[in-house]
């Protein structure tokens, strides 16, 4: 009754009846390709900015493995693991305004990272400390979404607020395949081509919703979607930084000059986990795991660095000296972090006092009181 | 009698309901090739396919909404809803739809759809995997809710929600999942009590304290610790939450005088208030103290770190027996 292959339907068509182009400009071999109409929306990047990408590319990486061997090692209760995604959430990521505005899932830490997040911050949620780690308005990214697809609107909204001040800024709502069944994701591109919102659909299809494949959402291409919302839509390798980084841009553009909304549409895999909890050998086979280590979003880069020249000792050194500073920079931020008091429970509820709350907060703060009396007393 | 966990009795529950009614259709996230993310519905795709055992694309209001469909064509949907947490997109068809159409159609259209919710917290989850949205549901008319604690009531109370006629919202205490129990797979449904009444665990004399779910196994656990002080406390399980059947915990308070309530979602507007309020109608002569609750706060779910302090445990339930019975506690000289 339902199909259950993965990957999007063979032959689908955009509008234009022709097959939707999936955008490359490094190919996984690491050649640079030529395109036409991305090549000018990344000009401009130096080679020195080149190897920026792949340092962060790695330094991610190695943020994600540390945070995962920190899980196991029951230093965090849970991890979702980006492990493949890296390209699309540094190349998206790099593109950015510091006052553009992301609204993001629970798997941008890379994302995150580009935002400038404090690393300790980053495994606050995770470690079961406190239910948001960062202050939102100091990188100006929302805290990470957890009911699937609900940012999306979130995101369409700050943009409408963006376009009623008058601003150039954007706003940049993160989600996956799996989301683009939820109401919330459709109905947000319903409002966000009403009122041309200055806002991007940024879906990072890795081909996996925990245990449902791809195929299981969407009969189409998902990028085909937005064009039935009068959204303009991009398709591109989502393993590849350059390519994503070219498609922000021209997005972000368009979202500055009063072109309203782009959907992007980064083709990508999740190589973990859904989350550290997740056992995927129960549901996809590990050929499909080997097809696309093949196309891994940095070997590529540094194939291509290497054939420019660019990959030396020296870089490679510190590149990776970078990577574990920062993997020990963040592990010590967990393993140091206090736990929360107990009467915490009732903080920020309400913004104002609240009658109900006091009197609960009275009364346990007297029942925890009895503890260290009784003990005291040697009860 | 085979011995068996909360989880793999709900397995068996739903095995047996789909071997005797083909109409019996499973529908969710993730629930066929993985078995949901507890492993619920472990095997079922595999045994009765693809079309029986749906794993539905991601979105749970068009998972009710189709249960709907499904249901006026004749079919008996079982909705996985994946945790607690995210039902709320679906709120919109279970309260408008769901629970109505019986009424709005004279009685001409039924809606016998089970919503199986995994609920509760005290598994160290981020948010949204721990609540327990309970009271929205025992507010809205035209909605069965039960909730079970134990592997033979899972095995058994899954059938009969199926089997109903009316919609029945399934709240599974995630946190019990692995504990194991006695079931008798042979229990003819018939004859096993309906999923109306509640059930008294411990028998007692001093005190009558009331739950279902997560806290059975405390409260039961409670009534042990209490009897080394002298306290005779008689436990009662709910199962079902609405309606609630008073009859036996009025017949208890009547006996005891005194009504501790615990559950771990939050205080105010919860069933702690409509069990405290319907008792005190009924036997309001016999009781020798104010009804107590001890539930979770009027709060987010909090991080897991802090959960503990939320949860309702042993020493806050004995709290609240130590109030009922007018001994030292927590809030002494501070109630009239
Ligand atoms: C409303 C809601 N329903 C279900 C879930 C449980 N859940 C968490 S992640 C997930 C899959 C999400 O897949 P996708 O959107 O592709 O994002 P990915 O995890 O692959 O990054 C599901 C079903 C949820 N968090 N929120
Ligand atoms: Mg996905």
């Not at chain 2, 079970?148 to 109903?164: E, G, K, L, R």
């Amino acid at each position: 009754m339902l199909r259950n292959e993965t990957g999007p339907a063979a032959g689908s068509r955009n509008e234009r009846g022709q097959d939707l182009e999936t955008v490359q400009l490094i190919s996984a071999a690491g050649e640079r390709l030529s395109h036409p109409e991305f090549d000018p929306w990344v000009a401009d990047v130096t080679e020195a900015q080149l190897t920026g990408l792949y340092e962060d590319m790695v330094v991610i990486r190695r943020i994600d493995t540390e945070a995962t061997h920190l899980q196991r090692q029951g230093e965090l209760a849970l991890w979702p693991p980006l492990l493949g995604q890296e390209a699309s959430q540094i190349g998206s990521g790099r593109a950015l305004r510091e006052d553009d505005f992301v609204f993001s899932s629970y798997r941008e830490n890379g994302v995150a990272y580009c935002r400038g997040v404090d690393l300790t911050d980053i495994i606050r949620v995770w470690r079961g400390n406190a239910s948001s780690g960062w202050d939102p308005f100091e990188i100006n990214m929302a805290t990470p979404q957890v009911i699937i697809g609900a940012q999306t609107l979130h995101a369409t909204g700050y943009a409408m607020g963006i376009q009623n001040d008058g601003a150039d800024s954007a706003a940049i709502a993160y989600f996956g395949d799996g989301a683009t069944s939820q109401g919330d994701v459709n109905e947000a591109m319903v409002f966000a081509a009403s009122f041309q919102a200055p806002v991007i659909f940024f879906c990072q299809n890795n081909h996996w919703a925990i245990s449902e494949p791809v195929g299981l959402q969407s009969h189409v291409p998902i990028a085909n979607r937005a064009l039935g919302f009068g959204i303009p839509s991009l398709r591109v390798d989502g393993n590849d930084v350059l390519a994503v980084l070219a498609a922000t841009r021209i997005a972000l553009e368009r979202a500055r000059t009063g072109g309203g909304p782009t959907f992007i549409e980064a083709v990508t895999y999740r190589m973990g986990p859904h989350t550290t909890a997740d056992d995927p050998s129960r549901y996809r086979d590990a050929n499909e795991l080997e097809d696309w280590a093949a196309k891994d979003p940095i070997a590529r880069v540094a194939a291509l660095l290497q054939s420019k020249g660019l990959l030396t000792t020296e870089l490679q050194d510190a590149v990776q000296a970078k990577a574990d500073a920062v993997a020990k920079e963040m592990r010590a931020g967990c393993i140091n972090l206090p736990d929360p008091a107990p009467m915490d429970v009732f903080a920020n509820v309400y913004s104002t006092p609240n009658s109900w709350l006091d009197r609960q907060r009275e009364n346990y703060s007297r029942y925890l009181a009895g503890f260290s009396t009784a003990s005291e007393g040697g009860k | 009698m085979s011995t068996m966990t909360f989880g793999r009795a709900i397995n068996a529950g739903l095995r047996k309901a789909m071997e005797e009614d083909p109409k019996v259709v499973l529908m969710g996230e993730d629930i066929g090739k993985l078995g949901g993310v507890f492993r619920i519905t472990d095997g079922l795709q595999k045994d009765f396919g693809g079309h029986r055992v749906i794993d539905t694309p991601l979105a749970e209001s068009a998972i009710l909404g189709t249960a709907v469909g499904l249901a006026y064509r004749g079919y008996r949907p079982v909705c996985e809803i994946q945790f607690d947490g995210f039902i709320y997109p679906a709120f919109d068809q279970i309260v408008c739809q769901v629970a109505k159409l019986h009424y709005r159609t004279q009685g001409k259209v039924r809606m016998p759809i089970t919503i199986r919710v995994p609920f509760g917290g005290g598994i160290g989850s981020p948010e949204h995997h721990s609540e327990s949205p309970e009271a929205y549901f025992t507010h809205t008319s035209g909605l069965r809710v039960i909730s079970v604690s134990n592997p033979q009531d899972a095995y058994t109370m899954i059938q009969q929600a199926i089997a109903s006629d009316d919609p029945v919202l399934y709240f599974e205490p995630k946190r019990r999942y692995h504990t194991k129990g006695e079931v008798d797979e042979s229990l003819d449904l018939s004859l096993a009590p309906s999923m109306e009444t509640a059930r008294i665990v411990t028998q007692g004399t001093d005190v009558t304290l009331v739950t279902y779910g997560p806290l059975v196994p405390t409260a039961r656990d409670a009534a042990v610790a209490a009897s080394d002080e002298g306290i005779s406390v008689e436990v009662i399980d709910l199962r079902s939450l609405a309606p609630i059947d008073f009859a036996p915990i009025e017949a208890s308070v009547r006996k005891t005088g005194r009504l501790v309530i615990t559950h771990e979602a939050a205080q105010s507007g919860g069933l702690g208030a409509e069990i405290a309020a319907s008792l005190t109608e009924r036997c309001f002569n016999y009781l020798e103290s104010a009804p107590v609750r001890v539930t979770g706060f009027d709060i987010p779910y909090p991080p897991s770190k802090l959960e503990s302090h939320h949860l309702p445990d042993l020493d806050r339930i004995l709290d609240g027996v130590d109030r009922a019975m007018g001994r030292p506690n927590s809030l002494s000289g501070l109630e009239g």
